[in-house]
């Protein structure tokens, strides 16, 4: 059965420094988000992209954050300068063009600790 | 008012009980909605789509009430394995997801 992977499972990084989370999605979806849960807390939607552009975003999706997908299977999410309260479990998911019930397909995410 | 409204529980229940999950969304333009089970530091997992006329899935049942912005979720014949994070999501017309703070269920002996 077709899945979305992520990488790393987890990452630790010091505060101001430069992640990257890797994501690959599902080989025939064409949108793509980014969620993020702290611990404890709900799910956030981050930002969705399609057609190699940011559809949406939230107010958390702020400069510090970007998303590209530098080739036909990656889609990764940057953050420049980490906070803090970047700390989270990060996911990806994706969803395919049409049809069916619009269902999203999430990563198994990745853990960010920011020290 | 918050988007989609769940109560956080938990449920504790006996093996083979039935247990009945409720949520409230407060935009009307939401488009589709969905359970999802999360289990602990995973991942959400999508449990089933909710419709109108209402949908089964095995000892699952949920059910869409557009008019009164409510949906649920019937849990029949509780196994230990239910023991989870259910998740009420609920996509808006942009298509991204907008999710609950989930309803906890623990399944016990």
């Known amino acids: 059965e077709p899945e979305v992977t992520q990488t790393p499972s987890h990452q630790v990084t010091q505060m101001g420094q430069e992640v990257i989370l890797r994501c690959v999605p599902i080989?025939?979806?064409?949108?793509f988000y980014w969620y993020r849960q702290i611990l404890g807390q709900k799910v956030e939607f981050l930002v969705s992209?399609?057609?190699?552009?940011?559809?949406?975003k939230s107010e958390i999706f702020d400069d510090q954050f970007s998303v590209e997908r530098p080739d036909g299977s990656n889609f990764t999410l940057k953050i420049r300068s980490t906070k803090l309260e970047d700390s989270a479990m990060y996911f990806c998911a994706s969803r395919a063009l049409a049809g069916g019930d619009n269902e999203q397909f999430f990563g198994p995410g990745t853990r960010l600790t920011v020290l | 008012r918050k988007e989609v409204e769940q109560d956080p529980g938990p449920f504790n229940v006996p093996e083979g009980a039935t247990v009945a999950f409720n949520c409230t969304y407060s935009n009307s333009a939401s488009q589709s909605f969905f359970w999802y089970r999360q289990d602990c530091r995973k991942e959400p997992k999508l449990l089933m789509s909710v419709y109108s006329s209402g949908n089964e899935d095995g000892r699952f049942t949920a059910q869409l009430n557009r008019a009164s912005q409510y949906i649920s979720l019937l849990i029949r014949d509780s196994k230990l394995s239910d023991s989870a994070t259910y998740l009420c999501v609920v996509m808006d017309s942009s298509y991204k997801l907008i999710f609950g703070s989930g309803t906890r269920l623990l399944v016990r002996p």
């Open positions: 992209f399609y057609n190699n552009e940011i559809s949406e």
């Open positions: 080989s025939n979806h064409l949108y």
